[in-house]
């Protein structure tokens, strides 16, 4: 499976942008898709997932992000909103039922 992700950029606090993933190399419908970030100086953390149970997120970007996805297009989008200074990361897409598959990542900043 290869990933490629896009979307980042700056934004100051409040804003909103959307990242996207496009997927190839295997069937997308049955892909467990979803978004880690890696803030400055942190490790790396689980954003969001999109599967056949639904969508999942980290508490702290509950209600401000959206992860969906399009069969058609085979992409997944994480629509963010209300963006926070401490949402600066890069975002890695990911793929696979245990994680195997990332992206490279895209640099969210946030400012204030």
């Known amino acids: 499976v290869q990933l490629q992700a896009s979307g980042g950029g700056l934004v100051q606090a409040g804003g909103s942008l959307r990242l996207s993933c496009t997927a190839s190399?295997?069937?997308?419908?049955?892909?467990?898709m979803a978004w880690f970030r890696q803030r400055p100086g942190k490790e790396r953390e689980f954003v969001a997932r999109?599967?056949?149970?639904?969508?999942f997120y980290r508490d702290s970007v509950q209600g401000r992000f959206t992860i969906s996805g399009d069969n058609a297009r085979r992409t997944v989008y994480l629509q963010m909103t209300s963006l926070k200074v401490e949402d600066t990361a890069v975002y890695y897409c990911n793929a696979g039922v245990q994680y195997e598959y990332w992206g490279q990542g895209t640099q969210v900043t946030v400012s204030s």
């Open positions: 999109i599967n056949v149970r639904g969508t």
């Open positions: 190399g295997r069937t997308f419908s049955t892909l467990d």
